[in-house]
């Protein structure tokens, strides 16, 4: 079945466009599944797999204690498997029909208060480099509500301070313009006269963001700068590039921001999964509401 796997991977990454990291998912995901189907199911034919095989792999998954999520993630990569296989007539079948994906239960995204943001974006102090990179990174995520991947692969033609914008190239390799604001827009044209020059050296790339030795920053090397960032500025949530993301959503709606324009800015493909964060600031209201009336 590795074959037609691979075709598979092929065609979701050459015609479908899908992103690398959903890419590696289902690649993970359906490699285990051929696996089980090889050694504990003795079935080395595509066309020999029926309902009933499927059902004994998702059983296998739930008693090696597999979370729900990734188990809805690999009935998803099963689906899209065997119904790619019978349009191309690789099979005759598709025992995945009648499959179900478990809903999965939505938990509210971790955000951080206005007070958590502002300690965090001026924990970078001092002028160096590498400050004045941290400060243009963290204003910038913020601003934007960008992913962290999004962000390490800015580029120098992306970035247009004089309109207050980024050009931002996200899952699927879709293309949204997002706006800056004039204190992300500051600090990046701080970075570009005072921090990026010097980190460069004698590198020769057009990346926006680049670490100690003037190449491209990595989505570890970010990690690792926001945890120290955080400890700096004594927040105490669980924290993590995504945070910045969900609190940008959060205070936007806060304020009034009609949900349709965050959706485009985050660039969410379906409004319900931006509606989350409407969610989010009831809950925040709730607690408010809890913590300050008299009469709560």
């Known amino acids: 079945m590795v074959n037609e796997i691979n075709e598979f991977l092929h065609y979701i990454q050459v015609e479908r466009g899908l992103a690398n990291n959903t890419i590696e998912s289902y690649k993970r995901d359906l490699m285990q599944y051929d696996l089980y189907v090889k050694k504990v199911e003795n079935i080395d034919n595509l066309k020999r797999i029926d309902r009933q095989t499927i059902v004994h792999y998702l059983y296998f998954l739930k008693e090696q204690g597999r979370a729900e999520t990734t188990i809805a993630r690999t009935i998803a990569a099963i689906r899209a498997f065997h119904q790619f296989a019978l349009r191309e007539r690789l099979t005759d079948q598709d025992p995945s029909v009648h499959l179900d994906i478990p809903k999965r239960t939505k938990r509210l995204p971790k955000v951080l208060s206005m007070q958590e943001v502002e300690a965090l974006l001026e924990a970078p102090t ?171």
């Not at 570009?192 to 050296?201: A, Q, V």
């Not at 806060?254 to 965050?262: C, F, I, P, S």
């Open 126 to 296: 001092g002028n160096e480099p590498i400050s004045i990179r941290n400060r243009a990174m963290l204003e910038t995520l913020y601003a934007t509500g960008m992913r962290v991947s999004e962000l390490i692969n800015l580029t120098m033609t992306d970035t247009h301070l004089s309109m207050g914008f980024v050009r931002c190239i996200g899952k699927g390799n879709k293309e949204r313009i997002i706006p800056l604001g004039g204190e992300a827009s500051r600090t990046i044209q701080k970075y570009l006269e005072d921090g990026r020059l010097s980190l460069m050296k004698k590198q020769r790339h057009d990346m926006l963001f680049v670490n100690h030795h003037g190449k491209p920053l990595s989505r570890q090397g970010f990690w690792k700068i926001l945890k120290q960032l955080a400890e700096k500025a004594n927040i105490q949530k669980p924290l993590t590039p995504h945070t910045l993301r969900h609190s940008f959503a959060t205070h936007l709606l806060e304020n009034g921001a009609d949900l349709r324009a965050v959706q485009e800015m985050l660039g969410h493909v379906d409004i319900s999964t931006t509606q989350i964060y409407t969610h989010v600031t009831k809950a925040r209201m709730k607690d408010v509401y809890a913590q300050f009336h008299p009469r709560a």
